[in-house]
């Protein structure tokens, strides 16, 4: 038995294999992106987005075992986004008054457990991968951490790769960073 | 009669000297003293109206929910007979939380700890191993169920109080009902949760977000100020901000209960639609040009059966859009304008539950009508996620400002430092407003937040 037919790889396309050509400059698109949004340079993250963006962060509810297909709320969500609204967001957040964020936070986005499957479209990749989110802000002497799990799906153009989905799998049901105006 | 000064705390203060009656101050050491948090849990959170959600949360015989009252954890349950009840969330028995589940469904809820098992409206069912009877002798059956909360539905809301004998939801709301009763009483299949609530934590005291909810329209200007730079209320004319000022024009309505209402003028809206001055314009041609957020025109027949004429003309004239209930309520219903010129609603409601006197839990219920057109739901529900709540753009920076304001309050010369409520009506009620309640008319001032710390004042100072 392959492990592709694994449960959680169910809906998915073949998988690119570590290593590969296409495997290596998505990883890299990944890195360059977490690169961008942790300077700040919203704008040059959002040429990276496709204009048919759909992005998304469901909420998180604790229920038992025998439920957990539920836990994944996305009736209401944390952030209900399309292209239009995260070019709103970015304008808004380099402009001179959204103040959650200015001053900004501190973020550090770290990628991994990166794995890329083909779909039915040659130049379309699914992805599922890890983020660790790390957030301060002024004199705070903790982190918010927002681990999460994000199931991407990208679009081949000419000088790399154009986000087109991407739904963030928080891990609290009580979220515990103040907002999220900051992009995970 | 002698003016009740409450308790005093350990440093000598009373509770009486936190609040400066005749200068409209308030000692900012409120927004974080832990003695000052511990006292409002009991005389506060213990005796009066909380609201955990809507009834269209559990709709089915069995469905339950966790909320809290306070700090305290409840079920909210309905029962197989479909009556909704409230009870603690703590076995009689050892204390273990009987339910660690967010929401389900269930007749029996049965302690994971040892068993004890209660119906699902808090009576007890029994316990394991009967022919030992390990529940004792010594309390009947009846005495050993959890402890049951007050419950009143009001436009479908899931309202409980600890205080079981005190004045009636009706009481507590009281003028400020006939307000909101065009909010949550104004269509006849009523309200809908879009989902369950967000939620997330604020390091803030409850306090900087419930005396801001009781209608402080002020801090829009300046803390939202990115909504007139960019944001629905930019204008054409280039005159930045413009449009965001103007919709600080209006009423406000407050009550000795600390309740605000904020009831904005919808003229200009309305000359923007039709072309037409509001004046020429029925009550009925104005709410058909312009319904009632998260309504359509067809949906507005439904006003003319359940709203007074007295209702209906101030729906379509001021109707109240923004504000809060005491203490930690704030609800919203928006007239948003998009960029094509129409106007979309948004319909919120948030409680700001305290978390311990530096820290809150931010719970944030989105609303449709049922009647609303699918379409139009999705509408509301992304535009409602997109500006409030959690990755809300106009909230987040609230949630923002908050915190400073709970560090503030903890210096040694920052605590005795002052929050002031000087800006002050000399209005009064609009010319023609058929309304009831304190209401004032004009730019919006401090008098319905004022209103809000008078009701702390009292709650705090009353005799145990």
Not at chain 1, 130 to 149: G, H, K, Q, T, W
Not at chain 2, 271 to 281: F, N, R
Request: proline share 5%; hydrophobic share 35%; net charge negative.
């Amino acid at each position: 038995m392959s492990e592709t037919t694994f449960s959680v790889y169910q809906g998915l396309g073949e998988p690119v294999a570590i290593g590969a050509e296409v495997y290596n400059q998505i990883l890299q698109h990944y890195y360059t992106e977490a690169l961008l949004l942790d300077n700040m340079k919203l704008q040059e993250w959002g040429s990276m987005l496709a204009e048919d963006l759909v992005y998304t962060v469901p909420m998180r509810h604790t229920l038992d075992l025998a439920s957990q297909s539920k836990t994944v709320i996305r009736t209401v969500m944390h952030m209900d986004d399309n292209y239009r609204s995260i070019m709103g967001r970015i304008m808004r957040l380099c402009g001179r008054s959204a103040w959650a964020e200015n001053p900004p936070s501190r973020i550090r986005r770290f990628v991994s457990n990166v794995q890329v499957f083909n779909t039915d479209k040659s130049d379309e990749f699914s992805v599922i991968n890890y983020a660790m989110v790390s957030r301060n802000r002024f004199d705070d002497d903790f982190f918010d951490l927002i681990p999460c799990e994000r199931h991407d799906k990208l679009r081949k153009v000419d000088n790399g790769f154009k986000l087109f989905e991407r739904e963030v799998i928080i891990d609290q049901a009580l979220l515990g960073t103040p907002n999220l105006q900051i992009f995970l | 009669m002698t003016q009740k000064t409450g308790r005093r705390l350990a440093d000598g203060t009373a509770i009486s000297d936190l609040v400066d009656l005749e200068m409209r101050e308030v000692k900012l050491r409120t927004l974080s003293d832990r003695e000052i948090y511990d006292i409002e849990q009991e005389k506060i959170f213990g005796k009066i109206w909380l609201l955990l959600g809507h009834e269209s949360e559990i709709p089915n015989k069995g469905d339950f929910m966790q909320r809290h009252m306070g700090e305290d954890s409840v079920i909210v349950s309905r029962d197989r007979k479909g009556e909704v009840h409230v009870m603690l969330n703590v076995c009689p028995h050892r204390g273990m939380k009987i339910t660690t589940h967010e929401s389900g469904n269930t007749n029996v809820h049965t302690c994971i700890y040892h068993g004890w098992a209660f119906k699902s409206d808090g009576d007890f069912l029994g316990s394991p191993v009967a022919d030992q009877c390990m529940h004792g002798k010594m309390r009947g059956k009846e005495e050993l169920g959890l402890t049951k909360a007050r419950v009143t539905l009001y436009g479908g809301l899931v309202w409980a109080t600890w205080n079981i004998n005190g004045p009636s939801l009706e009481e507590f709301l009281g003028d400020t009902k006939w307000y909101y009763d065009m909010l949550y009483c104004r269509s006849k299949k009523g309200l809908e949760v879009a989902g369950p609530p967000q939620r997330f934590i604020i390091r803030a005291n409850w306090k900087t977000a419930g005396e801001q909810s009781a209608a402080d329209g002020y801090h829009t200007l300046t803390l939202h100020r990115w909504l007139g730079e960019m944001g629905n209320y930019s204008s054409d004319e280039g005159t930045q901000g413009s449009e965001l000022a103007k919709e600080m024009l209006g009423a406000e309505v407050s009550s000795p209960h600390g309740h605000a209402l904020r009831c904005i003028d919808l003229a200009r809206k309305i000359v923007k639609l039709t072309g037409k001055d509001p004046s020429e314009l029925s009550v009925e041609e104005k709410l058909r040009a312009l319904p009632p957020p998260g309504m359509t025109s067809e949906m507005v027949d439904d006003l003319f059966e359940t709203m007074t004429p007295e209702q209906l003309e101030v729906m379509a004239w001021m109707p109240p859009q923004v504000g809060g209930m005491f203490p930690n309520i704030i609800f919203e219903f928006l007239y948003l304008p998009q960029p094509d010129g129409t106007v979309v609603g948004s319909l919120a409601l948030h409680t700001y539950v305290p978390k311990g006197p530096d820290k809150l839990e931010f719970t944030n219920w989105i609303f449709v009508e049922r009647d609303t057109p699918p379409e139009l739901k999705e509408q509301m529900i992304q535009q409602s996620v997109q500006l409030l709540g959690t990755s809300g753009m106009v909230e987040s920076d609230d949630s923002d400002t908050w915190p400073h304001m709970t560090l503030s309050a903890k210096g040694a010369q920052g605590r005795n430092s002052t929050l002031k409520y000087q800006a002050i009506y000399e209005t009064g009620k609009p010319e023609g407003w058929p309304g009831p309640g304190i209401v004032n008319e004009g730019f919006t001032k401090d008098d319905t937040q004022w209103h809000w710390w008078k009701y702390w004042y009292e709650l705090m100072t009353a005799e145990d």
